[in-house]
């Protein structure tokens, strides 16, 4: 049987409970131990596939074509872990199955209840993450800030479990915040207290607090946490902010937190190694040799969390070329006002990424003609693929008003559509390709040459397909499809011919990009990004820590390539 570990949050939101969770993972799998992550979702949605990004951020998408929560992806990244569907449960599975069951009579005539049914049935879902496997640790972070009153069923759930398995086998880590308080000079400890009051009313007691901080904690700082929280003061963890969320694992060793974490699962103590992840991933993002500016054109730019998948991956295509990436956010809906050159002139590389509806497409179909025109690196993702077959259509074939039939059901060019088979099953919904899917590459395409192999497996998430009636006039103008599907009938990765490096697939590659292995494609991108960088004056800019972004009101603002919620 696995020991657990849950996961809380207090104090406020966004402290990174996600990249925490992430970095106790790398933490323990660094020792040799099997470490499972799952994800608890207090809302109702029964997965965030339907949310808009404003509300939830990126929609993570899994092998098994899962549409999950970001810090999946955290997961992923850290550790050496691929993930299902059974790694992120929402209020909304969890009321959905016990309510099907109690119309299916398994109650026996039973009133249904909060407690146990509904905690039962999360119990189950934490028991099912293991299940067939070999784990020696399953990690459940338990999503929103104690005290909601969303997340009681999972923390009273966590309770009784805890209890099931008896103390040795469960611990609690409480991430937690202590404010500087400026006008005092001082650090504060008291909401902390509260926080972990509120765990104890519901009857746990956290075993380690993580404790974000901006400034050190004094030792006395930590033993006072200590008394007043009830915890070993060795268990009192200092999280400080970091420039790169690669370090946390890092941080947390320094201070023992592995050592803690065997003591009260009772686990022998093994060193871990994390010496690789220090040297090839950490330094590297810190210290880099180069840098590079690439422009991501999109609709949710003011988001930090939108593209979080995207923005990791060009950090990793950033290590595999010693280049620290300074990513410029440029608004597609603003870029359809003005110049694309205005906002393109000073980068190196172009990444449209994914998205639904028209709002931002002719911002985004600028921004690729620029890219094309001006043989700027160019990597599109998803509808960015889609965009650039729209922007060929119309400005290489000539065909005047082509568009995808997301956007213009009459259009007389429809380069984009859907397949005849899912404009029957339209009525039936569901109709959206999900999940990992085999991809051919042709030989002596860049797609290839990224690669390195014959089949790529990548993760989809999309209705709409090239129409391949297109296929060979556009192939006749330049256009190369370098990746099908294995019967050759959906077009999956397109290039241009005449352009030192312009792809775009249909799949996600991002989902599949890691620090210490970085995505090909994303790698290849940014390779190129740096080669033009180098053979062009573009005025670059040298500083390695920011990057820009367009805000609402039009001026140009400075934003932290990394904003300290993300940092735990
Ligand atoms: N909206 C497009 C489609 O459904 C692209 C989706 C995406 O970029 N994830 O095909």
Redesign the pocket.
């Known amino acids: 049987m696995p020991k657990h570990i849950f996961i809380t949050g207090g104090v406020v939101s966004s402290l990174g409970k996600g990249i925490a969770s992430a970095s106790i993972g790398k933490l323990l799998e660094a020792k040799g131990l099997k470490v499972a992550l799952q994800k608890l979702d207090p809302y109702i949605n029964v997965d965030p596939g339907t949310m808009n990004p404003y509300q939830h951020g990126e929609v993570y998408v899994t092998e098994d074509g899962a549409e999950t929560d970001l810090d999946l992806g955290h997961y992923e990244r850290f550790t050496s872990g691929v993930l299902s569907r059974v790694n992120n449960v929402t209020t909304g599975q969890i009321y959905n199955t016990v309510i099907t069951k109690e119309r299916h009579g398994e109650y026996l005539g039973g009133t249904v209840q909060v407690v146990p049914h509904i905690t039962n049935e999360i119990k189950e879902r934490i028991r099912e993450v293991s299940r067939g496997k070999r784990y020696d640790i399953v990690i459940s972070e338990v999503g929103g800030t104690v005290g909601d009153i969303e997340s009681l069923p999972f923390l009273e759930a966590a309770r009784q479990f805890g209890q099931e398995v008896g103390r040795e086998n469960v611990v609690f880590i409480h991430l937690t915040l202590i404010p500087f308080v400026r006008a005092a000079g001082e650090l504060k400890t008291k909401p902390t207290q509260h926080s972990v009051g509120r765990l104890r009313e519901i009857g746990i007691q956290p075993d380690i607090l993580l404790c974000r901080t901006e400034k050190k904690l004094s030792k006395d700082l930590k033993g006072k946490i200590a008394l007043f929280c009830n915890v070993q003061s060795d268990a009192v963890i200092e999280a400080r902010d970091v420039s790169s969320i690669y370090e946390v694992p890092l941080i947390f060793k320094e201070q023992g937190l592995d050592r803690v974490i065997c003591k009260e699962l009772h686990l022998e103590y093994r060193a871990g190694d994390l010496q690789e992840w220090k040297r090839e991933v950490v330094d590297k993002i810190l210290h880099p040799k180069h840098t590079v500016k690439i422009a991501v054109v999109g609709k949710y730019i003011q988001l930090q969390d939108a593209y979080k998948s995207i923005y990791e991956a060009l950090v990793h295509g950033g290590i595999a070329n010693d280049a620290g990436v300074l990513i410029k956010r440029v608004s597609a809906e603003r870029l359809e006002r003005g110049k694309a050159e205005k906002y393109l002139r000073d980068v190196s590389g172009v990444l449209v990424?994914?998205?639904?509806?028209y709002r931002g497409i002719e911002g985004k179909i600028k921004a690729i003609q620029y890219a094309r025109e001006q043989k700027i690196p160019y990597l599109g993702?998803?509808?960015?693929m889609?965009c650039a077959v729209i922007e060929f259509a119309r400005n290489v074939a000539g065909l005047k008003g082509a568009n995808?039939t997301?956007f213009n059901k009459k259009t007389p060019h429809p380069v984009?559509s859907l397949l005849e088979e899912q404009e029957q099953v339209k009525d039936l919904g569901g109709s959206?390709r999900l999940g990992a899917l085999p991809c051919h590459l042709k030989k002596d395409t860049l797609a290839h040459e990224a690669y390195k192999m014959e089949e790529a497996m990548e993760r989809h998430?999309?209705?709409?397909?090239f129409n391949n009636k297109y296929k060979e006039s556009f192939a006749r103008l330049g256009l190369r499809f370098s990746g099908l599907s294995p019967a050759g009938k959906l077009v999956e990765i397109i290039e241009l011919e005449n352009h030192p490096w312009f792809v775009a697939s249909q799949f996600?590659p991002e989902f599949k990009s890691k620090p210490d292995h970085p995505h090909p494609l994303f790698h290849e991108f940014v390779r190129h990004a740096f080669l033009r960088s180098q053979s062009s004056s573009n005025g670059e800019g040298s500083q390695k820590t920011s990057s820009e972004s367009d805000n609402s009101s039009g001026e140009k603002v400075e934003v932290k390539e990394r904003a300290p919620s993300e940092v735990a």
């Open positions: 990424p994914g998205g639904f509806g993702i998803c509808l960015g889609q995808s997301e984009i959206m998430r999309h209705r709409y397909e996600h």
